[in-house]
């Protein structure tokens, strides 16, 4: 199988992928730039595929009455009134996001993994979390909240208490991963390849860990692609960013932060 990274300028975009910008209202440079790839990329492709992690946290559409959630809403509902499919996939940070804000945004909610076929390829979608399988402890944590009782149970709770308890959570895991090695908070080998078997794909696509690559897993008619999205800085001396486009070719390409094709 042919890895896709070569450039081939007259071919269309069908489709544009991006994750983890942990998007909020302290990171001004963040959230511009995003809105900035909205309006020049994204509104020239077909499909917008979001991964996963867009906001740093969600606690509930009711959030939606936030100026900045609902800016961001508006700006992906921008995106799609202009003809182009927007679509979502959980992360880790916002997993509440539910069908109010999909309305308001205009996007379509996906699950995890979820197989697109697409320019004549197979390609696997995911967030990543669900594959860090050595993480244990977080593991744990995400079964738990990802129960459709405990849920119900958090959403009930007024917004600000919610809101508090994210907070807490959030510093929780700061500290908790302080003491983590890399390889335990990265994807587990094993349950890629069970997510490849499961999608029945060789081409997969995901964020999460923050380790944006081109994995080649095996060779000749073995041989698997495993595209990881870097997250979103912009804030910092030197940003951090990119996302991936596919052409009407079938061709993959990675972008960086300054929007320059990696080779």
Same mark, same amino acid.
């Given at each position: 199988?042919?890895i %896709?990274?070569?450039s *081939?300028?007259?071919?269309?975009?069908?489709?544009?992928?991006?994750?983890?910008?942990?998007?909020?209202?302290?990171?001004?440079?963040?959230?511009?730039?995003?809105?900035? %790839?909205?309006?020049?990329?994204?509104v020239?492709?077909?499909r917008?595929?979001?991964?996963?992690?867009? %906001?740093?946290?969600?606690?509930?559409?009711?959030?939606?009455?936030?100026?900045?959630?609902?800016a961001?809403?508006?700006?992906?509902?921008?995106?799609?009134?202009?003809?182009?499919?927007? %679509?979502? $996939?959980?992360?880790?940070?916002d997993?509440?996001?539910?069908?109010?804000? @999909?309305?308001?945004?205009?996007?379509?909610?996906?699950d995890?993994p979820?197989? $697109?076929r697409l @320019?004549?390829?197979?390609?696997?979608?995911?967030?990543g979390?669900?594959?860090c399988?050595d993480?244990? @402890?977080?593991? @744990?944590?995400?079964?738990?909240?990802?129960?459709?009782?405990?849920?119900q149970?958090?959403?009930a709770?007024?917004?600000?208490?919610?809101?508090?308890?994210?907070?807490?959570?959030r510093?929780?895991?700061?500290?908790?991963?302080?003491?983590k090695?890399?390889?335990?908070?990265?994807?587990?080998?094993?349950a $890629?390849?069970?997510?490849f078997? *499961?999608?029945?794909?060789?081409?997969?696509?995901?964020?999460?860990?923050?380790?944006?690559?081109?994995?080649?897993l095996?060779s000749?008619?073995?041989?698997?692609?495993?595209?990881?999205?870097?997250?979103?800085?912009?804030?910092?001396?030197t940003p951090?960013?990119g996302w991936?486009g596919?052409?009407?070719?079938?061709?993959?390409h990675?972008?960086?932060?300054?929007?320059?094709?990696?080779?």
């Open positions: 199988m042919t %896709f990274t070569s *081939q300028k007259a071919q269309p975009t069908v489709a544009l992928f991006v994750s983890d910008l942990h998007l909020q209202a302290s990171l001004p440079r963040t959230t511009a730039a995003f809105l900035e %790839f909205l309006q020049t990329h994204a020239q492709t077909q917008l595929y979001l991964l996963g992690d867009i %906001f740093e946290y969600w606690a509930g559409d009711d959030d939606l009455a936030t100026p900045y959630n609902q961001i809403a508006d700006a992906l509902k921008a995106v799609a009134q202009q003809g182009v499919q927007v %679509f979502w $996939i959980a992360g880790n940070r997993f509440l996001v539910g069908p109010g804000f @999909a309305a308001a945004a205009g996007l379509t909610l996906l995890d979820h197989v $697109i @320019a004549g390829r197979d390609i696997a979608l995911a967030h979390d669900a594959q399988t993480d244990v @402890a977080y593991m @744990a944590f995400r079964a738990q909240v990802r129960q459709p009782a405990y849920q149970q958090f959403l709770m007024p917004l600000a208490q919610r809101k508090a308890i994210i907070e807490g959570i510093k929780n895991s700061q500290d908790a991963n302080q003491s090695s890399y390889e335990i908070m990265d994807v587990n080998a094993g $890629i390849d069970q997510l078997a *499961q999608a029945g794909t060789r081409v997969l696509i995901h964020g999460h860990t923050h380790r944006p690559a081109l994995h080649v095996g000749g008619d073995e041989q698997r692609l495993r595209y990881v999205l870097p997250d979103w800085e912009y804030d910092v001396q951090r960013g991936i596919l052409t009407a070719d079938g061709v993959l990675r972008f960086d932060a300054a929007g320059s094709e990696i080779n």
